[in-house]
T-cell receptor, first 111, second 109 residues
Framework: KAGVTQTPRYLIKTRGQQVTLSCSPI?????VSWYQQTPGQGLQFLFE???????NKGNFPGRFSGRQFSNSRSEMNVSTLELGDSALYLC??????????FGPGTRLTVT | AQSVTQPDIHITVSEGASLELRCNYS??????LFWYVQSPGQGLQLLLK??????LVQGIKGFEAEFKRSQSSFNLRKPSVHWSDAAEYFC???????FGRGTSLIVHP
């Protein structure tokens, strides 16, 4: 069974730009969660989508948004990028409330 | 609100020595508990999980964890550490879940 895939793996953007990250969950998984990981703040929960609906949301500004498609694939968008948005963005999928399976992450660098 | 505390930021052990990584949680009901491992540049991999039943849980790579409700703890253990176990370890609680800040394991040869 294929794992969680994230594209792109690496990305360099300039302050003020916007970026879209993509996540394809494991087949059959309807829940997709997004996390931001930085050395200073650790692993922080961004949001979770289940069957195309946002089910949970972390404490991030409105510049961070996401969506989920009918095939459970999910995208995350960050608008008006700031230097502090540089991080590893992790996507995880699950069937529901059980364990999550993580992708390798997208390393975003904002210059 | 649920929370997780991993009190040790770094742990250094010698190869072959035993290991215990601490995790304390705060949760309003019987928790779902997880331990994940992250190697450099990689995503997180599930080591083990506790939902209910036997409080001693066996996981992959020779790891185990014990749920102690009275102490709100879910410590991870391994009897003999291998150099390849050097990584970041995360404890997590809940259906979300909420992650601890992680413990970096350093293994000396």
């Amino acid at each position: 069974k294929a794992g969680v895939t994230q594209t792109p793996r690496y990305l360099i953007k300039t302050r003020g730009q916007q970026v879209t990250l993509s996540c394809s969950p494991i087949s059959g998984h309807r829940s997709v969660s997004w996390y931001q990981q930085t050395p200073g703040q650790g692993l922080q929960f961004l949001f979770e989508y289940f069957s195309e609906t946002q089910r949970n949301k972390g404490n991030f500004p409105g510049r961070f948004s996401g969506r989920q498609f009918s095939n459970s694939r999910s995208e995350m968008n960050v608008s008006t990028l700031e230097l502090g948005d540089s991080a590893l963005y992790l996507c995880a999928s699950s069937r529901g409330l059980d364990e999550q399976y993580f992708g390798p992450g997208t390393r975003l660098t904002v210059t | 609100a649920q929370s997780v505390t991993q009190p040790d930021i770094h742990i250094t052990v010698s190869e072959g020595a035993s290991l215990e990584l601490r995790c304390n949680y705060s949760y309003g009901a019987t928790p779902y508990l997880f331990w994940y491992v992250q190697s450099p540049g990689q995503g997180l991999q599930l080591l083990l999980k506790y939902f209910s039943g036997d409080t001693l849980v066996q996981g992959i790579k020779g790891f185990e964890a014990e749920f102690k409700r009275s102490q709100s703890s879910f410590n991870l253990r391994k009897p003999s550490v291998h150099w390849s176990d050097a990584a970041e370890y995360f404890c997590a609680v809940g259906g979300g879940p909420t992650f601890g800040r992680g413990t970096s394991l350093i293994v000396h040869p």
